[in-house]
């Protein structure tokens, strides 16, 4: 009984420190749960069996206890990840539910309309600028590379069609030089949904370079003709901070919010998130 009780001792959701590997401690919070799907539904007597039931499901990282029908729904993550906790959805939800994370991925990235531009200069990509985490947003690069200087991250990318489906890229290792070296991109490790291919590898080791400031005449074009900054290695294909389009088209050659493999150059998404754990 009283391992039971260590189980489901609350404690507050810690959104920067990796857990360690292996280690799982179901926790009770009032997350969003929009990033997950149901995965079982069944009738218990308690709110202990149900996060009971919970923890012995490989796949389940949230559990939710309804006392008047005696429901226990345990939710996964969408698309097979192995962890979607984000940092912006704990605490935000109107249900008490358990998880089985006390970690988050933080944003650092988020696109999903032309409300704002992020065609600006590099003093504000620096800085950080946009609606806040539900929105358009970027985090700054002052504030990423704070995040990366100490232990190892790992990077996120998620990313919707104009159809609805979603997909995502992974890396293992991601991390940004100091200021005096322009926040120079170290990225590998990657992985992701099915068909969906590496981006990012093309940029590893080069500076951010936006419109007014950047390494070379042809990465500060790059990001005037893209309208918006990135670890620009030529004109890319892909560019995620690209400008937003109201559809899927582009008026050029990766002139969007793009992602080329395996969606082109000429596509622009619907919505693109990169996270951070």
């Known amino acids: 009984m009283l391992g039971l009780l260590t189980v489901l001792s609350i404690a507050a959701a810690v959104c920067e420190a990796p857990e360690p590997p292996g280690s799982i401690s179901w926790t009770q919070s009032f997350d969003k749960l929009e990033d ?45 990840l192995p962890h979607c906790r984000k940092c912006r959805n704990v605490h935000k939800g109107n249900q008490s539910v358990w998880t089985a994370r006390t970690n988050c991925w933080t944003t ?37 590379r704070d995040l990366t200087s100490g232990p190892e991250r790992q990077l996120l990318i998620l990313m919707k ?30 992985s992701g949904s099915s068909g969906v291919g590496d981006d ?38 892909g560019h995620p901070n690209g400008a937003y389009q109201t559809s899927s088209a582009v008026p050029g050659k990766g002139q969007g919010v793009i992602w080329s493999r395996p969606y082109g150059a000429e596509y622009s998404l619907k919505e693109v998130e990169m996270l951070l754990i």
Not at 137 to 144: A, N
Not at 209 to 237: H, N
């Open 36 to 80: 997950y799907e149901v995965a079982r539904t069944e009738r218990v007597a308690s709110e202990i069996q149900c996060v009971t039931l919970a923890s012995r499901a490989a796949s389940a990282q949230v559990a939710a206890y309804d006392a008047k029908t005696e429901l226990c729904r345990t939710y996964r993550c969408r698309m097979g």
């Open 161 to 190: 069609l104009w159809n609805g489906t979603e997909s995502f890229a992974r890396y293992t290792r991601f991390s940004v030089d100091t200021e005096d070296n322009d926040f120079k991109l170290f990225i590998s490790g990657f």
């Open 200 to 237: 990012l590898a093309q940029f590893n080791g080069k500076r951010f370079s936006a419109k007014d400031d950047a390494s070379g005449d042809t990465e500060e074009d790059c990001a005037r003709d893209a309208k918006g900054a990135w670890w620009f290695a030529g004109c890319p294909d």
């Open 108 to 144: 650092i990235q988020h696109r999903i309309s032309d409300s704002t531009s992020f065609g600006v200069g590099y003093h504000r990509y620096k800085k950080g600028f946009g609606e806040g985490e539900n929105g358009n947003f970027w985090i700054g690069l002052r504030t990423i």
